[in-house]
Nanobody, 124 residues
């Protein structure tokens, strides 16, 4: 089993920044891809960003490209999401996810483990 715990969410004004962290414990897969997803009220969970196990390959949703940066530190079993230039439409619960496979994928059903989520609220 893998446990994922997100932190770093909160309330921020539009244009501000937040940095989300995800701590992985248990049977960690240092060669597995990691991702961030989000879910706004009344909407389906959507892909935000993902990083390959090596950290050398990343992928972003068009809505966050150029504003968000995903990174990972395998030695510390941590994944991060730096969010800049935040917009009210970024408001959602953000989830960290891990998969056994190393490929970067965007589908929620391709991820094997999920955190409980952290709330991000962007005020206008």
């Amino acid at each position: 089993q893998v446990q994922l715990v997100e932190s770093g969410g909160g309330l921020v004004q539009a244009g501000g920044s937040l940095r989300l962290s995800c701590a992985a414990s248990g049977r960690t897969f240092s060669r597995g891809a990691m991702g961030w997803f989000r879910q706004a009220p009344g909407k389906e969970r959507e892909f935000v960003a993902a990083v390959r196990w090596s950290g050398g390959s990343t992928y972003y949703a068009d809505s966050v490209k150029g504003r968000f940066t995903i990174s990972r530190d395998n030695a510390k079993n941590m994944v991060y999401l730096q969010m800049n230039s935040l917009k009210p439409e970024d408001t959602a619960v953000y989830y960290c996810a891990a998969r056994v496979g190393s490929e970067v994928v965007v589908l929620t059903n391709r991820y094997d483990y999920w955190g409980q989520g952290t709330q991000v609220t962007v005020s206008s």
